[in-house]
């Protein structure tokens, strides 16, 4: 069974640093790009970024590139999200996903965590 | 304000028929695959229908997908009380070299 299980979302200030973390489990995680999608409060769904299955490709939205670094150890089926310089509207329940296709970039995502909140606040 | 456009609210009453639009452009739905996620609150989004108009394994055959040029469609038939969910559309944007989805639209079971 296919398990996505994201942690470290805590309370930070605005300007701050976090990394969060999300562990797989019941698939071969380094044959699957992997994908973090976020969701504000009382907002719909937006794509942060994307890394293939080797950590070679990545690609950031507009709104987080420069600040955030996505990256996977593939040795610890393990994904990562480091947010820098971090700002009021990053606020959001922060998703893992895995790609539906095997060694694909750009496909769709067939398996989400439950999420980890990120609260900016002063 | 999206990239994907999608009316924001939608809604029938159990066993009609019920469709989604999502209209983007060129660098977007013209050129990649649409998908559709189903999110219901406080629970993790579920993917319904990906490569515009394949089903995974488990998905009922009551949702369906189309995609013509710059617009894509979902489709609800024999509208069911647990339907009731937002429903986002999402494409590759090679403009923005990244994804987009769409605003989401709620579905109302009335």
């Known amino acids: 069974e296919v398990q996505l299980v994201e942690s470290g979302g805590v309370v930070v200030q605005p300007g701050g640093s976090l990394r969060i973390s999300c562990v797989a489990s019941g698939f071969n995680f380094d044959t699957y790009s992997m994908e973090w999608v976020r969701q504000a409060p009382g907002k719909g769904l937006e794509w942060v970024s994307l890394?293939?299955?080797?950590?070679?490709?990545?690609y950031y939205a507009e709104s987080v590139k420069g600040r955030f670094t996505i990256s996977r150890d593939n040795s610890k089926n393990s994904l990562y999200l480091q947010m820098n310089s971090l700002r009021t509207e990053d606020t959001a329940l922060y998703y893992c996903a895995k790609s539906t296709h095997q060694l694909s970039l750009r496909s769709s995502v067939d398996y989400w965590g439950q999420g980890t909140l990120v609260t900016v606040s002063s | 304000q999206s990239v994907l456009t999608q009316p924001p609210s939608a809604s029938g009453t159990p066993g009609q028929w019920v469709t989604i639009s999502c209209s983007g452009s060129?660098?977007?739905?013209?050129?990649?695959?649409v998908n559709w996620y189903q999110h219901l609150p406080g629970t993790a989004p579920k993917l319904l229908i990906y490569?515009?108009?394949q089903r995974p394994s488990g998905v009922p055959d009551r949702f369906s997908g189309s995609k013509a040029g710059t617009s894509a469609s979902l489709a609800i038939s024999g509208l069911q009380s647990e339907d009731e969910a937002d429903y986002y559309c999402?494409?590759?944007?090679?403009?923005?070299?990244?994804?987009?989805f769409g605003i989401g639209t709620k579905v109302d079971v009335l």
């Open positions: 890394i293939s299955w080797r950590g070679l490709t990545t």
């Open positions: 999402a494409a590759w944007d090679d403009s923005l070299n990244g994804f987009v």
């Open positions: 060129n660098s977007n739905i013209g050129t990649n695959n």
């Open positions: 490569t515009n108009n």
